[in-house]
């Protein structure tokens, strides 16, 4: 269920997948530049800091799995967790 209180997840909002756990957020994906490789930033996904995602976690995103390899807490209740492809 995507959360309400942040109104564009509920437009733009996908559903991941932590440890079995459906969780709602945006995922920001890198992008690549004309020869495949990764020009831009890793991805990220930013979903509610009540959800608990931790560094370490798998977050399983349109069938790929990433590994969390940072979260940041942005003080408003979301926070941003980069990702990096396992």
Not at 13 to 36: E, L, N, P, R
Not at 54 to 70: E, F, P, Q
């Amino acid at each position: 269920m995507i959360n309400t209180t942040y109104g564009y997840m509920k437009d733009f909002g996908i559903v991941a997948t932590k440890s079995g756990v459906s969780i709602s957020g945006i995922f920001d994906a890198a992008y690549a530049d004309a020869f495949s490789m990764v020009s831009g930033n890793h991805p990220a996904f930013i979903c509610a800091s009540s959800e608990g995602v931790a560094r370490g976690n798998t977050l399983v995103i349109n069938g790929t799995s990433y590994t969390v390899t940072v979260t940041e807490p942005d003080g408003t209740g979301l926070t941003v967790c980069r990702l990096e492809e396992v």
